[in-house]
């Protein structure tokens, strides 16, 4: 599902996850992936089934379904509680409390309230007028205003803290989520949050974490270059074979286990002697180039995890730039330089941006709801993959009377006309044609059109209800035998490009329904 990494982030920071799950809908593909998450994270669960005072509600039915899931719930002799609740009329918030408070208190949680902080980003924006802003939740100690901190790869210092009404405040403890501002840059959803002794602590801190993580990265690549790169030999490499190229291609597959390099003809060889056998060239992978924009880092993740889920053999999603909030001039130039669309979550761009994105030709897609920018980007997908010849039937003609030309040369040199009357559309020399017989199709490739005449004038088109003279002929120019009674068609071939829904991923789709969400909580 399009939030998969949000609900395991919530999932890993919870000591006790609530999963919702709506009585009129029943258990969902989102329902099962919070369940796992859950389990995943070994923490205990408590569900809530909400939607209960609908006319449609059938809770009981919820509750088989959850047991089905593996679910123990207390009423079959388990240990995960279910409340009914209907949150617009309030009814069983008070019980679902009570069943958190029980499920802490049997849990026997304890926490440090003193002494530095410590701690997780739910998730982090930009914002125009006040700067990086960070949801945060603390797992021990306290965060006060004042304080260094460092988060993942970035630091700073907390400028202001509000809690969830946007009330300022001057500390949090565990357990007390707060929006924080302070921030030297965007951190990631999901990193660790520390109290430092000093601002200077704290970037010592995080360029240390910066240069581990390059090491690390630099560590994967070599390691990926030297998997993907053939083993070395003394020996020089052997001239082209003159068994052919069919023999190299299965030489040239095997050149990393035989420890040989492959030469650039060798190279050739092979992928002739696999385009001979196979009929035709295999088509080149096409990329279609993003750069994604979100309102939150979480978002802009989830959105950036579903677009490189869609695609087929053919064509795929690349995004190449990933960030937190309205889309700039920098990310129209970036898109501009990479060939790439702008795909932005709930997140704008102004007009002066608008404008230059247009000047470059550069396409942005904004919506508040993911769902419809996938559906956008299954379109980009669909214009640039491969497109698909269809047959549209132009028109039809029978075949009243054949009639034999022959030519002022030789006896040989005739052709058969066919004297036909067009019965439905029109017939249109350029276009292709089919022959068929008693309802069969008597040659499998469509034909070309030697002459169309009407009144022996050669002529382009032909309407309905129209007598004319139709020579059929084949590819390599032969004249067709054509019987009285036969059917002509008149055949267009269309290129079009494929329907978007063949981009996009079935999982994705099937978990695309509405209701029954899961998340996590303190």
Same mark, same amino acid.
């Given at each position: 599902?399009?939030?998969?990494?949000?609900?395991?982030?919530?999932?890993?920071?919870?000591?006790?996850?609530?999963?919702?799950?709506?009585?009129?809908?029943?258990?969902?593909?989102?329902?099962?992936?919070?369940?796992?998450?859950?389990?995943?994270?070994?923490?205990?669960?408590?569900?809530?089934?909400?939607?209960?005072?609908?006319?449609?509600?059938?809770?009981?039915?919820?509750?088989?379904?959850?047991?089905?899931?593996?679910?123990?719930?207390?009423?079959?002799?388990?240990?995960?509680?279910?409340?009914?609740?209907?949150?617009?009329?309030?009814?069983?918030?008070?019980?679902?409390?009570?069943?958190?408070?029980?499920?802490?208190?049997?849990? =026997? *949680?304890? #926490?440090?309230?003193?002494?530095?902080?410590?701690?997780? &980003?739910?998730? !982090? %924006?930009?914002? +125009?007028?006040?700067?990086?802003?960070?949801?945060?939740?603390?797992?021990?100690?306290?965060?006060?205003?004042?304080?260094?901190?460092?988060?993942?790869?970035?630091?700073?210092?907390?400028?202001?803290?509000?809690?969830?009404?946007?009330?300022?405040?001057?500390?949090?403890?565990?357990?007390?989520?707060?929006?924080?501002?302070?921030?030297?840059?965007?951190?990631?959803?999901?990193? =660790? *949050?520390? #109290?430092?002794?000093?601002?200077?602590?704290?970037?010592? &801190?995080?360029? !240390? %974490?910066?240069? +581990?993580?390059?090491?690390?990265?630099?560590?994967?690549?070599?390691?990926?270059?030297?998997?993907?790169?053939?083993?070395?030999?003394?020996?020089?490499?052997?001239?082209?074979?003159?068994?052919?190229?069919?023999?190299?291609?299965?030489?040239?597959?095997?050149?990393?286990?035989?420890?040989?390099?492959?030469?650039?003809?060798?190279?050739?060889?092979?992928?002739?002697?696999?385009?001979?056998?196979?009929?035709?060239?295999?088509?080149?992978?096409?990329?279609?180039?993003?750069?994604?924009?979100?309102?939150?880092?979480?978002?802009?993740?989830?959105?950036?995890?579903?677009?490189?889920?869609?695609?087929?053999?053919?064509?795929?999603?690349?995004?190449?730039?990933?960030?937190?909030?309205?889309?700039?001039?920098?990310?129209?130039?970036?898109?501009?330089?990479?060939?790439?669309?702008?795909?932005?979550?709930?997140?704008?761009?102004?007009?002066?941006?608008?404008?230059?994105?247009?000047?470059?030709?550069?396409?942005?897609?904004?919506?508040?709801?993911?769902?419809?920018?996938?559906?956008?980007?299954?379109?980009?997908?669909?214009?640039?993959?491969?497109?698909?010849?269809?047959?549209?039937?132009?028109?039809?003609?029978?075949?009243?009377?054949?009639?034999?030309?022959?030519?002022?040369?030789?006896?040989?040199?005739?052709?058969?006309?066919?004297?036909?009357?067009?019965?439905?559309?029109?017939?249109?020399?350029?276009?292709?044609?089919?022959?068929?017989?008693?309802?069969?199709?008597?040659?499998?490739?469509?034909?070309?059109?030697?002459?169309?005449?009407?009144?022996?004038?050669?002529?382009?088109?032909?309407?309905?209800?129209?007598?004319?003279?139709?020579?059929?002929?084949?590819?390599?120019?032969?004249?067709?035998?054509?019987?009285?009674?036969?059917?002509?068609?008149?055949?267009?071939?269309?290129?079009?490009?494929?329907?978007?829904?063949?981009?996009?991923?079935?999982?994705?789709?099937?978990?695309?329904?509405?209701?029954?969400?899961?998340?996590?909580?303190?």
């Amino acid at each position: 599902a399009a939030f998969s990494a949000m609900r395991a982030r919530g999932a890993a920071v919870t000591d006790v996850a609530v999963v919702v799950v709506a009585a009129d809908d029943g258990v969902m593909p989102q329902t099962r992936e919070a369940l796992a998450h859950a389990r995943a994270a070994q923490v205990p669960v408590v569900i809530a089934v909400t939607k209960c005072d609908l006319p449609t509600a059938q809770p009981h039915r919820v509750r088989q379904a959850l047991v089905a899931e593996g679910v123990e719930l207390e009423e079959v002799g388990g240990t995960v509680q279910c409340v009914e609740v209907a949150a617009v009329k309030g009814q069983g918030l008070r019980e679902l409390e009570e069943a958190l408070l029980l499920e802490a208190e049997m849990l =026997d *949680l304890a #926490v440090q309230h003193d002494g530095a902080g410590v701690g997780t &980003v739910v998730e !982090a %924006r930009v914002d +125009r007028g006040q700067g990086v802003l960070a949801n945060v939740l603390l797992q021990s100690g306290e965060l006060k205003v004042g304080d260094a901190i460092a988060v993942g790869t970035t630091f700073g210092k907390v400028r202001a803290l509000r809690d969830g009404s946007g009330k300022a405040i001057k500390r949090i403890g565990p357990a007390e989520p707060a929006e924080m501002a302070g921030l030297k840059g965007a951190p990631t959803a999901g990193d =660790d *949050l520390q #109290v430092m002794p000093s601002e200077e602590r704290a970037k010592k &801190v995080c360029v !240390a %974490r910066m240069e +581990r993580a390059e090491q690390r990265l630099a560590g994967t690549e070599a390691e990926a270059i030297v998997l993907a790169k053939p083993a070395s030999s003394k020996k020089k490499p052997k001239r082209k074979s003159k068994r052919g190229a069919g023999a190299k291609a299965g030489a040239g597959a095997s050149g990393v286990g035989n420890n040989e390099k492959t030469t650039g003809d060798e190279t050739a060889a092979a992928a002739q002697g696999q385009e001979g056998e196979e009929g035709e060239a295999q088509p080149s992978f096409q990329h279609v180039t993003l750069v994604v924009k979100g309102d939150v880092q979480g978002t802009a993740e989830a959105l950036r995890d579903s677009v490189q889920m869609f695609g087929n053999e053919t064509v795929g999603a690349r995004v190449v730039s990933l960030g937190v909030g309205a889309v700039t001039l920098g990310d129209v130039a970036h898109a501009h330089a990479c060939d790439a669309a702008i795909l932005a979550f709930n997140v704008k761009a102004s007009t002066p941006v608008e404008r230059e994105a247009k000047r470059v030709g550069v396409r942005i897609f904004s919506d508040r709801v993911i769902y419809r920018l996938l559906e956008e980007l299954s379109v980009l997908l669909s214009e640039k993959g491969p497109s698909v010849e269809e047959e549209e039937i132009v028109g039809e003609a029978s075949v009243l009377q054949l009639f034999e030309l022959k030519g002022r040369g030789r006896k040989s040199d005739s052709t058969v006309v066919a004297g036909c009357r067009v019965s439905a559309g029109h017939l249109l020399r350029g276009e292709r044609f089919r022959l068929k017989r008693g309802g069969d199709v008597v040659h499998t490739k469509l034909l070309g059109c030697a002459s169309l005449r009407r009144h022996k004038l050669d002529v382009e088109r032909v309407g309905k209800g129209t007598e004319c003279g139709v020579s059929l002929a084949a590819a390599d120019g032969a004249n067709i035998a054509v019987e009285q009674g036969d059917i002509i068609e008149c055949v267009r071939v269309v290129s079009r490009p494929l329907d978007p829904e063949a981009f996009t991923p079935a999982a994705f789709m099937g978990a695309g329904g509405g209701g029954g969400g899961g998340g996590g909580g303190p």
